[in-house]
């Protein structure tokens, strides 16, 4: 057995899991890049103490909807030790988390600021830092029994789960059907907007999957995803879990 499958196999909750995770060393490329970025350092954040560990999971444990994008970035949750912390890419989601009523801020900056999500977890199918935000095919795999974990945990709330990007898309749909959802064959194709609904083959919940482009700089610096789109899909993804939206999504 390997280290993840091990140790998040042995996790009885989602606090024991994230702790069982901030030590895992597997991957030694993914160490080795996480590490670097903390040593190197970018001159904005040259007095930070970066966490350079693998970032838990954050928001709920009785979350309704889980948020699956692809992995932290070397200065933004490598440094702050948080998902969607400290970087343009966290700021845009946590924006629309807040103007939906699902955080309680609407920045995400570092881990003592107070920011706190409802109804919704933010978690990755790689848990470090990559080399220009590309994980291996053999990392995402590596990495995987800690969502399959994080998502067992999470099945007696979870309802809804919304897919970042074609990445945490396609890393997630095994780990669904491995824990006894049905994804239909061919597996179906992320797009932006795209809902699959995964009836569970034994007493599970159904689970609705969307799909929503990532909130990468490339994404919205260009216009590909507006906060406009991105509301829309969290908006609708959330009120199908059942998550009372605090706000209006447009
Ligand atoms: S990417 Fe995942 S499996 Fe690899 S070292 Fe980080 S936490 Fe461990």
């Excluded at 702050?80 to 946590?94: C, K, N």
């Excluded at 600021?113 to 291996?136: F, M, Q, S, W, Y």
């Excluded at 999957?209 to 700089?217: A, I």
Aim: charged residues 20%.
């Amino acid at each position: 057995m390997t280290y993840p499958e091990e140790r998040a196999a042995a996790a009885h909750d989602l606090a024991a899991l994230g702790t069982a995770l901030t030590d895992c060393r597997s991957c030694p490329r993914l160490v080795e890049w996480r590490e670097e970025a903390a040593r190197v350092k970018r001159r904005a954040f040259a007095d930070w103490d970066y966490w350079a560990r693998p970032v838990p999971g954050f928001g709920p444990t009785d979350a309704r909807m889980l948020l699956v994008g692809l992995a932290p970035a070397a200065h933004g949750g490598n440094r702050t030790g948080r998902m969607f912390t400290g970087d343009r890419a966290g700021d845009v989601l946590v924006e629309a988390l807040h103007a939906l009523g699902l955080a309680s801020r609407p920045h995400s900056v570092h881990r003592g600021d107070g920011l706190e999500l409802r109804g919704v977890r933010c978690t990755a199918p790689v848990h470090c830092a990559p080399p220009a935000n590309k994980p291996t095919p053999g990392e995402r795999d590596t990495c995987r029994p800690w969502l399959a974990r994080e998502l067992e945990l999470l099945r007696p709330t979870v309802r809804g789960i919304v897919a970042l990007g074609a990445f945490g898309w396609q890393a997630v749909l095994p780990v669904l059907r491995a824990a006894g959802w049905t994804v239909p064959r061919p597996r179906p194709a992320f797009g932006h907007g795209a809902r699959v609904l995964l009836p569970h083959s034994g007493d599970g919940p159904e689970l609705t999957l969307h799909g929503c482009y990532h909130v990468s700089q490339q994404n919205t610096f260009t216009g590909k995803l507006t906060p406009a789109m991105l509301r829309e899909v969290l908006g609708a993804a959330a009120e199908e879990a059942g998550i009372p939206l605090g706000r209006h999504r447009k």
